[in-house]
C-alpha cells in the first residue's frame, strides 16, 4: 500500500545542512498496522509528512495505493492527500467549531453536499463512539475524547491510509489503550492500513503487525513484529524484553538467552534441561508477552555443570532461539 524508496530529507543548505532522512526504504502492506519506533530526532515526524508530502523529500520515491506523490503538486496532490487521513499528537482540532462541524471540514472542502454531510458525520461519530458530543465544542472534552475527533475526521473521506503522528503520546496509560483499540478496530473493519510513529515500546506492542526501528534518520531494523520479537539478537527483541543484568558466568558455565515462541512457550524446557543433564539452571530474568494473538517469552538463565555443552546442544536442537555468553 505504500512503498518508499531511497528517501532522503535534508534540512537548510551547506553548513547548516541537516540530514534528517537518508536512504529509507519500507514496505507497508495493504491492511496493516506498521509502526515506526525511534527516539526523539530520530525523523520520524519527518518520515511520516513526507509520506503525504507535508514536507517534501530532498529524493527518492514515496508511491501510496500505487500513485507516486512526489511528482504531485496542487489539485492533483490535493486529490491524493483526500485518500490519506492523519491524526495528530494535540489532535489540531479548530475550537470555534462543534464536534461535528470539526468532523464536517474535509467533506465541506471537498464539497460534499450539506445533507450527505450529515449523515456522513452521524456515521463517523457513531464509528469512534461519539454520536453523543456532536453539538459539545473540543474544549469541553476530554484527550481520549478529542483524538476520536481527530480520528473520524481524518476518516471522513474514506482514506485507504491513515498516519497517525504519535497519536497516544499525550494521552494517560488507559486512555491509549482505548484510542489503540479503536485503531485496531477500525484496520479490522475497514481494512484501514496504518502508518503510525511512536517512541512508545507498548504502542508496537499492543497493536503493529510490523515495525521498523528507526536511528538518527536510517532504518536499522524492519519487520514483523513477533518474527523480531522472537530472535534474542534484535533490537526489538531488547527494547521488548530489556535484559537488566550483566552477569559473568562462572567459569565453565554459560549465561543462555533463550526465546521462546509459538508452542515452545508450553514446553517445561527447565525441568527437562535438569533432569536429562548433569546441569544446574539458575534463572537470572524471565517474561512472557503476548503479541497479536502468540506469546513471546525470553528467559536469562546460567548453565552450571559438567554437562553444560550437551545442555545447549539440546536447547540448540530444539529449534529455540538462544544466545549464549561464556
Ligand atoms: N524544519 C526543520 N528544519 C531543520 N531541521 C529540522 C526541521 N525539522 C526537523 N529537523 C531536524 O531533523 C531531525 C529529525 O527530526 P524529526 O522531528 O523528524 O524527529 P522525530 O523522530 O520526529 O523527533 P520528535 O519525536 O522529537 O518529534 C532532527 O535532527 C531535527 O532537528
Do not use: W
Not at 53 to 66: A, C, F, K, Y
Not at 188 to 216: F, N, P, S, W, Y
Not at 253 to 262: K, N, R, T
Not at 280 to 301: C, H
Amino acid at each position: 500500500m505504500i512503498t518508499i524508496r531511497n528517501l532522503r530529507k535534508v534540512y537548510g543548505k551547506k553548513d547548516q545542512a541537516v540530514v534528517a532522512l537518508d536512504d529509507i526504504n519500507l514496505d507497508v502492506p495493504r491492511g496493516s498496522i506498521f509502526g515506526v519506533l525511534g527516539q526523539s530526532g530520530a525523523g520520524k515526524s519527518t518520515l511520516i509528512r513526507c509520506v503525504n508530502m507535508l514536507e517534501r523529500p530532498t529524493s527518492g520515491s514515496i508511491i501510496v495505493n500505487n500513485q507516486e506523490m512526489t511528482t504531485l503538486s496542487g489539485a492533483a496532490l490535493r486529490k491524493a492527500r483526500q485518500r490519506i487521513g492523519m491524526i495528530f499528537q494535540h489532535f489540531h482540532l479548530l475550537n470555534s467549531r462543534t464536534v461535528a462541524e470539526n468532523v464536517a471540514f474535509p467533506l465541506e472542502v471537498m464539497g460534499v453536499r450539506a445533507s450527505e454531510r450529515r449523515s456522513r458525520v452521524e456515521e463517523l461519530l457513531g464509528l469512534v463512539g461519539l454520536s453523543d458530543k456532536a453539538k459539545v465544542y473540543p474544549s469541553q472534552l476530554s484527550g481520549g475524547q478529542k483524538q476520536r475527533v481527530g480520528i473520524a475526521r481524518a476518516l471522513a473521506g474514506s482514506p485507504d491510509v491513515l498516519l497517525s503522528d504519535e497519536a497516544t503520546s499525550a494521552l494517560d496509560p488507559q486512555t491509549t489503550h482505548s484510542i489503540l483499540q479503536l485503531l485496531r478496530d477500525l484496520n479490522k473493519r475497514m481494512g484501514l492500513t496504518i502508518l503510525l510513529i511512536t517512541h512508545q515500546m507498548d504502542v508496537v506492542r499492543e497493536i503493529c503487525d510490523r515495525v521498523a526501528i528507526i536511528e538518527a534518520g536510517r532504518i536499522v531494523e524492519q519487520g514483523e513484529v513477533s518474527e523480531l520479537a522472537a530472535q534474542p539478537d534484535t533490537r526489538l527483541s531488547h527494547a521488548l524484553f530489556p535484559r537488566p543484568q550483566i552477569h559473568t558466568p562462572q567459569p565453565g558455565a554459560a549465561v543462555v538467552s533463550i526465546v521462546f515462541a509459538g508452542n515452545s512457550a508450553e514446553e517445561p524446557i527447565i525441568s527437562t534441561l535438569a533432569r536429562r543433564f548433569e546441569v544446574d539452571v539458575n534463572i537470572l530474568s524471565a517474561q512472557l508477552e503476548l503479541l497479536g494473538q502468540q506469546r513471546i517469552g525470553q528467559m536469562q538463565a546460567e548453565l552450571v555443570g559438567p554437562q553444560v555443552e550437551q545442555a545447549l546442544a539440546y536447547l540448540q536442537n530444539l529449534g529455540l532461539h538462544v544466545e549464549v555468553q561464556r
